[in-house]
T-cell receptor
Framework: DAKTTQPNSMESNEEEPVHLPCNHS???????IHWYRQLPSQGPEYVIH???SNVNNRMASLAIAEDRKSSTLILHRATLRDAAVYYC???????????????FGQGTILTVHP | DAGVTQSPTHLIKTRGQQVTLRCSPK?????VSWYQQALGQGPQFIFQ???????QRGNFPDRFSGHQFPNYSSELNVNALLLGDSALYLC?????????????FGPGTRLTVT
């Protein structure tokens, strides 16, 4: 499995933007970039995913480098509820709409200060 | 919509015993994946079930086995428990159809082996 590298921890202030980086230099052409987050005492939850183009949804934005060897998850205005472990995951496509397993790394612990 | 549910919430077992954990997927989902999360680590993929068959398997010994029922619910069985099996066991459901990229996680079962 292609690996991802994330900082162990990051800090932010409430209502400020947060940029969470992820390096994935061995990414293959069939790998999608997924982001999940895990709030304290909960299971992980899906945040966003993309292949080549930048993506936006109601939770966050995903900026993908042109060579796809890195990406950045952007939280536009951090809130206290965004404090969580954020995981950057490369996920194979198995053909059609079928996706392979999620391979989690250590993730980035995001602390949000009031 | 109840989302993914898991039972029991917590469980304490003795080394050498066997344990069965249960998962009900989100309504409309037909695929169930199981993950093991040790304290301070990211979740590790155990296996995935679809159409009552194991479709993918992670690097876990044969002591870990599973089953999927016709109603899509699933069980994870672990035999000959070891102290190292103490972890949070997460169930995730998804659909092989549209929007299959997202996995929905349950709150997990905390297993303690003494």
């Amino acid at each position: 499995d292609a690996k991802t590298t994330q900082p162990n921890s990051m800090e932010s202030n409430e209502e400020e933007p947060v940029h969470l980086p992820c390096n994935h230099s061995t990414i293959s052409g069939t790998d999608y970039i997924h982001w999940y987050r895990q709030l304290p005492s909960q299971g992980p939850e899906y945040v966003i995913h993309g292949l080549t183009s930048n993506v936006n949804n109601r939770m966050a934005s995903l900026a993908i480098a042109e060579d796809r060897k890195s990406s950045t998850l952007i939280l536009h205005r951090a809130t206290l509820r965004d404090a969580a472990v954020y995981y950057c995951i490369l996920r194979h496509t198995l053909g059609g709409t079928s996706y392979g397993k999620l391979t989690f790394g250590q993730g980035t612990i995001l602390t949000v200060h009031p | 919509d109840a989302g993914v549910t898991q039972s029991p919430t917590h469980l304490i077992k003795t080394r050498g015993q066997q344990v069965t954990l249960r998962c009900s997927p989100k309504s409309g989902h037909d695929t169930v994946s199981w993950y093991q999360q040790a304290l301070g680590q990211g979740p590790q993929f155990i296996f995935q079930y679809y159409e009552e068959e194991e479709r993918q398997r992670g690097n876990f010994p044969d002591r870990f086995s599973g089953h999927q029922f016709p109603n899509y619910s699933s069980e994870l069985n672990v035999n000959a428990l070891l102290l190292g099996d103490s972890a949070l066991y997460l169930c995730a459901s998804s659909s092989q159809g549209r929007n299959s990229y997202e996995q929905y996680f349950g709150p997990g079962t905390r297993l303690t082996v003494t």
